[in-house]
T-cell receptor, first 110, second 113 residues
Framework: AQRVTQPEKLLSVFKGAPVELKCNYS??????LFWYVQYSRQRLQLLLR??SRESIKGFTADLNKGETSFHLKKPFAQEEDSAMYYC????????????FGKGTKLSVKP | GAGVSQTPSNKVTEKGKYVELRCDPI?????LYWYRQSLGQGPEFLIY????????DSGLPNDRFFAVRPEGSVSTLKIQRTERGDSAVYLC???????????FGPGTRLTVT
């Protein structure tokens, strides 16, 4: 069955430190991977998707099919990065629904 | 422009009652999704509409849950004989088509007492 695993419920770092939010997936086909973010009192929003290969707000994520991972990274965390981060998998094509991980709460301390 | 809206924002109901949750997608978006998010969990897929038809309803937990989108725009999620385990935040999302970015609404928090 398709599954997304985010092993850390909470990740706490100091401002300026590097951050890596881990995501592993289970799917034998060609997945589409996403990172969604939810800031306090705001709605869930797309941060980035692997096919666009963009860097958004300093975050990047590389799809590693060998390790079935899609870790989210940022070299220097900012306080405004504090939020819930969800990794999500789409089977693609007409199967548009997303399979989400349980999320990681990132706390960036001053 | 206006994003996805959901009403009500909060709904408290008694066990056994019937509830309807409404979603207004972004204008022109043909794909619409319902998810359910329980405390401490990520959103869980319920049903996906392409236009007026349910393209995938495999996530609906049982036959107490039903959703419609009669004119291909507004959608209503209907829950019969509510149970305490139905308490969650119900999220709606829409996208231009299935291959495009999903935009989420603020959610409806359902509490079954």
């Amino acid at each position: 069955a398709q599954r997304v695993t985010q092993p850390e419920k909470l990740l706490s770092v100091f401002k300026g430190a590097p951050v890596e939010l881990k995501c592993n997936y289970s799917y034998s086909g060609s997945p589409e991977l996403f990172w969604y973010v939810q800031y306090s009192r705001q709605r869930l929003q797309l941060l980035l998707r692997h096919i666009s290969r963009e860097s958004i707000k300093g975050f990047t994520a590389d799809l590693n099919k060998g390790e079935t991972s899609f870790h989210l990274k940022k070299p220097f965390a900012q306080e405004e990065d504090s939020a819930m981060y969800y990794c999500a998998l789409s089977l693609g094509g007409s199967q548009g629904n997303l399979i989400f991980g349980k999320g990681t709460k990132l706390s960036v301390k001053p | 422009g206006a994003g996805v809206s959901q009403t009500p924002s909060n709904k408290v109901t008694e066990k056994g009652k019937y509830v309807e949750l409404r979603c207004d997608p972004i204008s022109g978006h043909t794909a619409l999704y319902w998810y359910r998010q329980s405390l401490g969990q990520g959103p869980e897929f319920l049903i996906y509409f392409q236009g007026t038809g349910a393209a995938d309803d495999s996530g609906l937990p049982n036959d107490r849950f039903f959703a419609v989108r009669p004119e291909g725009s507004v959608s209503t999620l209907k829950i019969q004989r509510t149970e305490r385990g139905d308490s969650a935040v119900y999220l709606c999302a829409s996208s231009r088509t299935a291959d495009y970015e999903q935009y989420f609404g603020p959610g409806t928090r359902l509490t079954v007492t």
